[in-house]
């Protein structure tokens, strides 16, 4: 009983903390510890046997092995996106939108933008850092309230894309090995789930902007937003999309071999190209640059931060007994895969945890009882990309905090209806679907 206090009540607490706005370096570890104690875990290498679980290794196992494996890809996204804004190429291309769509529509293009890079194999982390720019510039132009920038990063790289039916995200990837499935698995029931969500959430966003509106909100400009200086011309607007569409065609073809790290040559294209384009066009390229790094280090710090907790959570007794109740599920077996994933997702912070520890224990059972395949992999895939948007997983950190410079506060009601409602919604779709034959 204490082991799930600490379990559930240590993530509550870091929740509130987030909300909050505690500084994640001190309330993740704090929160972690809180966790661990509770469970048993001993704090230290030295008390325990040589490889055996404890707080401090399993923590700084996380935290370290999350910057081993995204640091030169969040350096180069940050980079990318701070050369593409001090080159003008972000105001260039956001005008040009403007211009064929109408200024009231400018949270649709940072959507669709979004939806082209993630459903193109671009990792959401750098899809958020490369079209932010762009967004900031956009929602200035319209003059909407910033705050619901991350939302509208978030819902078009996390909801009709990300998992959806030849998605090359690894959301939609996992389920492959262990259902023997393709990643266009339940196509049909696929596409009418993204049209739904694609739909109702875009609607939802822009009730949501024009009741800020109504109430008198608008977009305030900060000290810390790229000075602006009198420009005698910007980029040429279609030249400008070229590194955009580098880094997609790159990432596109290179996925397969080389999975994520494509993205570190995407990206490196990508900011060769906009130098070479817009070379002078650049305010300060070596501030870009700099600025751009340093950016990268926190967001990345935060974010590791977060997934350490995670690390700890996974070696607990309690989390063990918590997937034990959660992959036994009584009932249907889709809502039951659905349940699992999402909640493992929202302890351990992450979509793709949420897959990884659930399906080695869901596949084979549901398999046996003869569960139709292509449905459970559609299921979980869509369930994973929606309790992992509860305000402490990392994705949610790095866009709302890091990136954008936004609160809590002020920014996750929107994106957590966005990112969290709108595919809980999306997978009671799917289910009701599935279980009509739809697609099977």
Request: proline share 5%; glycine share 10%.
């Amino acid at each position: 009983m204490l082991g799930f206090i600490g379990l559930f009540g240590g993530l509550a607490l870091l929740i509130y903390l987030t909300m909050k706005g505690m500084n994640l370096l001190i309330a993740a570890p704090l929160t972690a510890l809180f966790v661990g104690v509770l469970n048993g875990l001993p704090l230290f290498p030295q008390l325990v046997e040589k490889g055996a679980d404890n707080f401090l290794t399993n923590y700084m196992g996380g935290f370290t092995s999350f910057i081993a494996s995204w640091w030169l890809m969040f350096l180069a996204g940050a980079i990318f996106g701070k050369v593409m804004e001090d080159s003008g190429a972000a105001d260039s291309v956001s005008q040009w939108i403007v211009s064929k769509i109408g200024i009231k529509r400018a949270a649709l293009a940072v959507v669709i933008a979004c939806a082209v890079l993630t459903y193109g194999g671009v990792s959401l982390f750098v899809v958020a850092f490369s079209v932010y720019p762009m967004a900031l510039s956009l929602f200035k132009q319209a003059d909407l309230p910033r705050r619901f920038i991350p939302a509208a990063l978030g819902f078009g790289s996390t909801t009709f894309t990300m998992t959806s039916a030849g998605s090359p995200e690894i959301q939609n990837w996992i389920p492959i090995p262990f259902l023997k499935t393709s990643p266009y698995a339940g196509w049909e029931v696929s596409i009418i789930v993204a049209v739904f969500m694609m739909a109702f959430g875009y609607w939802w966003l822009k009730k949501m902007i024009k009741k800020a509106m109504d109430n008198g909100e608008k977009f305030v400009s900060r000290e810390t937003d790229v000075k602006e200086v009198s420009r005698k011309e910007l980029p040429n607007p279609l030249l400008s999309m070229i590194p955009l569409g580098v880094v997609l065609i790159i990432s596109f073809v290179l996925h397969k071999e080389l999975e994520t790290s494509a993205l570190i040559l995407a990206l490196t294209g990508g900011i060769i190209a906009t130098y070479l384009i817009n070379k002078k066009y650049f305010q300060n390229f070596s501030g870009a640059v700099a600025e751009g790094a340093m950016g990268a280090v926190i967001a990345i710090a935060n974010t590791a931060a977060v997934v350490g907790f995670g690390g700890v959570v996974k070696v607990t007794p309690a989390f063990e007994s918590a997937v034990d109740v959660m992959t036994g599920i009584p009932g249907s077996p889709l809502i039951g895969g659905a349940l699992a994933v999402a909640v493992i997702a929202g302890l351990t912070g992450s979509s793709s945890g949420g897959q990884a520890i659930a399906l080695p224990l869901l596949a084979p059972h549901y398999l046996d009882l003869g569960v139709n395949a292509e449905a459970l992999h559609r299921t979980v895939a869509i369930s994973s990309g929606s309790l992992d948007s509860l305000p402490q997983g990392g994705y949610v950190v790095t866009t709302i905090r890091s990136i954008c410079g936004e609160t809590h506060k002020d920014a996750y009601p929107a994106f957590g209806a966005l990112t969290v409602v709108v595919p809980i919604l999306g997978v009671i779709l799917a289910v009701i679907l599935f279980s009509f034959g739809i697609g099977i």
